[in-house]
């Protein structure tokens, strides 16, 4: 009888009976191998036929790589096993077997530490080391560790710099086929991971389970300090460094530091001056597309965030965020200086650079300096005449969006501001000021 190819078993009209006498095989040979196991542990040594037999029956030499197989070689690239639910096609009929749980739901392996279920035991195995903090595979160059191999692995191609696996559409180079594949979706506009509660789809399975959250409410990352928690565990580091006060980013041009790579990269752009972003409706130009996005309601008017308590809107999310706190009376960052609490961190920081005399932003027309970036630019413009916010009512025009507000209240008619002593209102709260001195300050 001729020998089958080498790497390749041919296929038959008796395919079925043919794959039945493969997974029989696998068996027998998967069990005499764990039989060989329990001799070594019991310090009994297998029959000296039995290794025989069992070498004998890896008849199979692939001719590429030389290793010696009962049945398969995995050069050829031949997947003879094809899940019926899906079309999904797999070199082994094992693997087939585990690939079918995720179609029949079933995950037979549950964490004994907080009950969550997996599809197999080798994954609940690297679940637990969440638990255990375990990181066993350590980098041999810088130290780091790692919880899965695998992990470790795509890490070490950081010093070695190799990035073999490239993408054809724009070049772009990646460590392992797995960022690779995520990064096509990109391009081929693929989203296979789609929300179980709306109709949203996702091209990364991590970001339909972050989102799915927002359905569920369930936060797992709660922080040790303060308490709050968040979807995800990048958040809460971020979160971690308001407490520890930790900027692991720092700018190689002025030494600034930031707690998050991304505000460093936004921070570059004012050394390099760079605005990509042009408004169309005034041609003012912005280092960031986000800002542009939020500069255009001021020529829409659009205030798209409501507070449900009383009914004022806002057109950014983050007003919306830090005027709640005036219902709510949570004002959580304190001055250690003076005392002062703030609603907003950012709030506090600038209030920090009156004690500290601070002033980090220079005119770049002339020597003068200021506290906050918004006073330099309303500031500039005396050197640059500009002029940005025309009257909605005359052809007056103003440097900054606050004399315009009150140019305007003189065309209302509107007068916010009222003397609590005569009842007696004002339209700017300078002239109430002038008004309580020269006739309530007896």
């Known amino acids: 009888m001729r020998d089958p190819e080498p790497c390749r078993i041919k296929h038959t009209e008796d395919t079925e009976q043919q794959t039945e006498l493969i997974e029989d095989n696998e068996e027998k040979e998967e069990l005499s191998e764990s039989e060989e196991i329990n001799h070594a542990k019991s310090g009994e040594k297998p029959k000296q036929k039995d290794l025989k037999k069992r070498r004998a029956k890896k008849s199979f030499t692939c001719t590429q790589c030389g290793k010696s197989f009962t049945n398969k070689c995995v050069h050829t690239g031949e997947k003879p096993f094809t899940c019926d639910q899906c079309g999904?096609?797999?070199?082994?009929s094992s693997t087939l077997k585990k690939h079918m749980n995720i179609h029949t739901g079933v995950k037979l392996h549950t964490c004994d530490q907080c009950d969550k279920t997996f599809l197999r035991a080798s994954v609940l195995k690297q679940h637990l080391r969440v638990h255990t903090k375990e990181k066993p595979h350590s980098?041999?160059?810088?130290?780091?560790?790692?919880?899965?191999?695998?992990?470790?692995?795509?890490h070490l191609k950081i010093h070695t710099a190799v990035r073999e696996?490239?993408?054809?559409?724009?070049?772009?180079?990646?460590?392992?086929?797995k960022h690779l594949k995520l990064h096509q979706r990109i391009h081929t506009g693929e989203k296979p991971y789609?929300?179980?509660?709306?109709?949203?789809?996702?091209s990364q399975s991590g970001d339909l389970k972050t989102h799915e959250m927002i359905h569920t409410g369930e936060k797992l990352y709660t922080c040790n300090q303060c308490g709050n928690s968040f979807r995800r565990k990048g958040y809460l580091t971020h979160h971690m460094r308001v407490h520890t006060g930790e900027k692991p980013f720092t700018c190689d041009q002025c030494g600034k530091?930031?707690?998050?790579?991304?505000?460093?990269?936004d921070h570059m752009n004012i050394h390099t001056r760079e605005k990509l972003h042009t408004c169309d409706q005034c041609d003012k130009t912005f280092l960031w597309a986000s800002d542009l996005k939020k500069h255009l309601r001021v020529h829409t008017k659009e205030k798209p965030h409501s507070c449900h308590l009383c009914g004022n809107s806002f057109s950014l999310l983050q007003h919306l965020k830090v005027h709640q706190k005036i219902h709510t009376g949570v004002r959580e960052y304190m001055c250690f200086e003076c005392e002062k609490t703030f609603t907003k961190g950012s709030h506090l920081k600038q209030h920090?650079?009156?004690?500290?005399?601070?002033?980090?932003y220079k005119c770049s027309h002339c020597d003068?300096?200021?506290?906050?970036?918004?006073?330099?630019?309303?500031?500039?413009r005396i050197h640059t005449g500009e002029k940005p916010y025309k009257c909605s009512h005359c052809e007056k025009r103003f440097s900054d969006s606050s004399s315009l507000k009150t140019h305007e209240r003189i065309h209302t008619g509107e007068k916010p501001y009222h003397c609590t002593v005569c009842g007696?209102?004002?339209n700017q709260l300078s002239n109430l000021h002038t008004h309580t001195q020269r006739y309530h300050s007896k």
């Open 194 to 202: 789609k929300c179980s509660h709306c109709d949203k789809r996702f």
């Open 88 to 92: 999904k096609s797999f070199s082994y």
């Open 424 to 426: 007696k209102r004002f």
């Open 165 to 177: 696996y490239m993408c054809f559409e724009c070049d772009k180079t990646f460590t392992s086929g």
């Open 368 to 380: 003068k300096r200021f506290r906050l970036s918004a006073h330099v630019k309303i500031h500039e």
């Open 352 to 360: 920090q650079r009156i004690h500290t005399g601070e002033k980090p």
């Open 139 to 154: 980098c041999h160059l810088c130290g780091k560790s790692f919880s899965h191999l695998q992990n470790l692995k795509v």
């Open 257 to 265: 530091s930031f707690s998050q790579s991304s505000n460093l990269k």
